[in-house]
């Protein structure tokens, strides 16, 4: 079965450093991974994905993620981290082989990043 | 970009009455729609699928008579709670994937409903 796992509750950053949220995963193929925000009271936004190619994916608002085949993780990374960073991230997997919902999404339980000044 | 409009944003109502939610995609045609549960702390749930013209397509433990889904048109899907109780007040988000994307392709989320049941 496809999974998501992101370790961390809460992430607390300084802000100007970087910051690093953790995402790993369980599908039986090759899967698309999906990082996505979300603000207080809000729907989720799209920041990047990884479906083949690059193993470094580079996002909105200067968000990137790395590609872990062996590690089987997607961890979000960003060198230098902002107060309006601050906010609730989901992991997300899809295993195009699955046959579940069309397209849907399995979401991680989120990490709530929140960055100091 | 692809904008989805959910409304309302809050909504309050008595126990044993019905809410209905919309879900529009502004400027662009949804042949898919998702409608997420959100608990607090937690991620989202995915509740049903719904494909333009068709029967939505209920998860598992979701029920259909009570999370009733439209999605009569290319832009809206509706989502109605029928006879609310307060153990359904939640947060709702719904998604849409445009016509002609692939699965990979990322969702278009709206911002939400917050449905309070007293």
């Known amino acids: 079965a496809q999974s998501v796992a992101q370790p961390e509750d809460q992430v607390n950053v300084a802000e100007g450093n970087p910051l690093t949220v953790k995402c790993t995963y369980s599908?039986?193929?090759?899967?698309?991974l999906f990082w996505y925000v979300q603000y207080p009271n809000r729907g989720l936004q799209f920041l990047l994905k990884?479906?083949?190619?690059?193993?470094l994916v580079k996002g909105s608002y200067g968000f990137e993620a790395e590609f872990n085949k062996s590690q089987t993780s997607f961890h979000l990374k960003k060198p230098s981290a902002l107060v309006s960073d601050s906010a609730l991230y989901f992991c997300a997997v899809r295993d195009p082989n699955y046959g579940g919902s069309q397209g849907n999404l399995i979401f991680g339980k989120g990490t709530k990043l929140s960055v100091k000044p | 970009g692809a904008v989805v409009s959910q409304h309302p944003s809050r909504v309050i109502c008595k126990s044993g009455t019905s809410v209905k939610i919309e879900c529009r995609s502004l400027d662009f045609q949804a042949t898919t729609m998702f409608w997420y549960r959100q608990f607090p702390k937690q991620s989202l749930m995915l509740m049903a699928t719904s494909n333009e013209g068709s029967k939505a397509t209920y998860e598992q433990g979701v029920e259909k008579d009570k999370f009733l889904i439209n999605h009569a048109s290319l832009t809206l899907s509706t989502l109605t709670v029928t006879s609310a109780h307060p153990e359904d007040s939640s947060f709702y988000i719904c998604?849409?994937?445009?016509?002609?994307?692939?699965?990979?392709?990322?969702?278009?989320f709206g911002n939400g409903t917050r449905l309070t049941v007293t």
């Open positions: 599908v039986s193929g090759n899967p698309y």
């Open positions: 990884y479906i083949t190619g690059d193993n």
């Open positions: 998604s849409a994937r445009g016509a002609g994307t692939s699965d990979n392709s990322p969702l278009h």
